[in-house]
């Protein structure tokens, strides 16, 4: 049996922690996926179509996780190569600075005459 839009909008509207909250306290002694569990404002909802649209929420719970890990690397790997890039300029200007503090000593002790 299908969520009709009326049970589906109820769901949605409580979200999933308050319907898992719902679930949880009612089911002493009503742990059969036929039973109904009241207090939505459509009327009672059948656990197992409950238990389903849940399924379906840590479904999209998850996906958004794995979403959100795979960008949190793809930023992680790009601070990676700016710090790399940021390591290898100053090592580069060091160097720079060294060659050309090199040359300024060689021209002071033997100046162009």
Known sequence: M???DDQRADLER???RRVRLLVTNYAD???SPESFIPG???GQIRRDVIDEWLAEKD???RLRSEASQIEQNRI???AKKAA???AIAAIVAAIVAIIAAAIAGLAWLYPHT
């Open 40 to 42: 939505f404002p459509s």
């Open 2 to 4: 299908p969520l009709s």
């Open 14 to 16: 409580m979200g999933s």
């Open 84 to 86: 790399w890039i940021a």
């Open 29 to 31: 002694g009503h742990t």
């Open 59 to 61: 479904h999209e719970e």
């Open 76 to 78: 992680a790997r790009s």
